[in-house]
């Protein structure tokens, strides 16, 4: 088994920075099925794009490179403490070299381990089998769609579709309404596994197996089969499209499973995955631990297709396009208006969760009047000169910091922030009310942002870990769309209120 070590890192590797051929097969499809020349468009070519680029640059896909999940199979008799040292050994190692990034944080302290190591990270799942070889899967599931599982408990009372009973209608009553409670915020368009049954801690992993299972496969129970059909063909006329900008395709799969439950309980657990759906496994031989197939046909056997950014407004509309350079004035901030696309250059500010709630008690290490913020935890390596680098960099889910936001662009005077999916009334109160914009980036379009920082003139506040830091980034021809302005107006409100009153066309039954 002298080679399982290095298998394995080759497994993280793979998954983080190489989207399988059947995951690349459906963004296509929803490529094809998207009306041209929308702002959904534009995504799925940047989405398309992004991809390339990961596998040309052998880097991450996606900055969240989450919950290094492991599910191996071995032979019985298999010494599964030896197994498990190398598979953290390959974690830290893969961490070390930024094919992921460093994920693990003590939960009482906030401390980040820095090499994706502490207790219960990563998740390693051992089980025997009656074969010679051993398998080991991996899923990388990043926080934001993370963030988008759900557990309903059967009956209950689902916005928009009423009473949901304990039976097959109500199991579609509930996937249909995790679909829509997800919006953009898990960087839809996605894909979904459901857990049917089994109590809320299996459930939920129910959920997670399903997927693993490959996009274009066929569910043996036919009453799952036609669950799964229904729901892939009717999630995607709820209208929230990529990136929840509104479109045709919001949703890329559904896996389903089912498990016995206790009389007492009905759980339906959902597990929400981003486009960027990293999840590899291979066969490994016993006797010398190299890798001897893979198990998902590999993204390099399906290129993506490349092609030029789609136009950005919709077709039937005249494209606005401004170019700002930091420090913005509120006069600039005041003439951008929801559907603008903005390209941007000069000094940007990385901040999340830490660095938010810091800001709220203290002075920012630098002056952020007139300034920006873009919500990301980048992943940073130092070349041979010292100097660090940009090696992943799309934003993170916004809404997190919906407490904050409100307070802190009043406190410092920012002008733009930057993230995904959106965020709340306070801060579009905010935004009007002291001037500013909401700019939405294209979630897990990592290597695609990591192009435009030019170089990194710092970083403060280390000590919240490198993703939590706050990085200095001279920045390039970074384009985000302008999706809430300074006079009130949210896409994600409307696509959030059009996708509600479409989810209530499917309130009667239609399984009995």
Known sequence: MQQFQQSVYDLIVETSTNLPADVRRAIQKAKEQEDKGTRSALSLSTIANNIHMAECNVSPICQDTGMPTFIVHTPVGANQIVMKKQILEAVALATKNSKLRSNSVDSLTGANSGDNLGPGTPVIHFEQWERDDIEVKLILKGGGCENKN?????????????????DLDGIRKCIMHAVYQAQGQGCS???IGVGIGGDRTSGYELAKHQLFRKVDDVNPNEELRKLEDYVMENANKLGIGTMGFGGQVTLLGCKV???NRL???????VAYNCWAFRRQGVMIDATTGGIKEWIYERGTEHPMQQEAAAAAAPADEKRREFVLTAPISEEQIRE???GDVVIINGLMHTGRD????????????VDLNGGIIYHCGPVMAKDENGEWQVKAAGPTTSIREEPYQGDIIKKFGIRAVIGKGGMGAKTLAALKEHGAVY????GGAAQYYAECFKKVEGVDLMEFGMPEAMWHLQTEGFAAIVTM????????????????????????????
């Open 150 to 166: 759900i557990q309903y408990s059967l009956p209950a009372e689902l916005e928009g579709l009423g009473k949901a009973g304990r």
């Open 189 to 191: 368009a996605g894909f």
């Open 257 to 259: 499973g089912v498990a």
């Open 263 to 269: 009389p007492a309980s009905f759980f339906v657990s």
């Open 336 to 338: 951008l208006k929801v």
């Open 354 to 365: 830490a660095l938010h709630k810091y800001l709220m008690d203290h002075d920012s290490p």
């Open 439 to 442: 700019l939405n980036a294209i």
């Open 485 to 512: 302005d300074s006079h009130g107006n949210s896409l994600h409100a409307e696509v959030e209120k059009n996708s509600l009153e479409k989810l209530a066309t499917f309130k009667e039954p239609v399984f009995k």
